[in-house]
């Protein structure tokens, strides 16, 4: 199985689908070829850090006609949660909020 096949087979949990160019060009951010054999010391966690942010972005229901597209933003977010634990970075998709804290003056 290459590179390539395994992140298509990881999003198709997600029930989103990515174009081979997009994969190939996130792939090469990271230094990994999508054609390469996936193997035990293949790490791809740095891709999947950097393009789900993205992902989350994008509306997780569309529906046009007859045509209906969704796919698992809560299960996509909880694997980046991980990942950043995992890879020790910041979650960017964490929101600061402002306390209110005026009753303690």
Do not use: H
């Not at 090469?28 to 966690?45: L, P």
């Not at 994008?58 to 634990?85: H, Q, R, W």
């Amino acid at each position: 199985m290459t590179v390539g096949n395994y992140i298509k087979g990881k999003f198709n949990l997600w029930s989103v689908e990515l174009s081979d160019d997009f994969i190939a060009l996130e792939l090469a951010r990271v230094n990994i070829d999508s054609a390469s054999e996936m193997d035990s010391a293949t790490n791809v966690d740095e891709f999947f850090y950097n393009v789900i942010p993205d992902l989350i972005l994008i509306p997780s229901n569309v529906s046009e006609g007859g045509f209906s597209l969704s796919y698992d933003k809560n299960a996509m977010t909880s694997y980046y949660k991980m990942l950043c634990t995992k890879l020790g970075k910041p979650n960017l998709l964490s929101q600061n909020t402002i306390k209110d804290i005026t009753s303690k003056w």
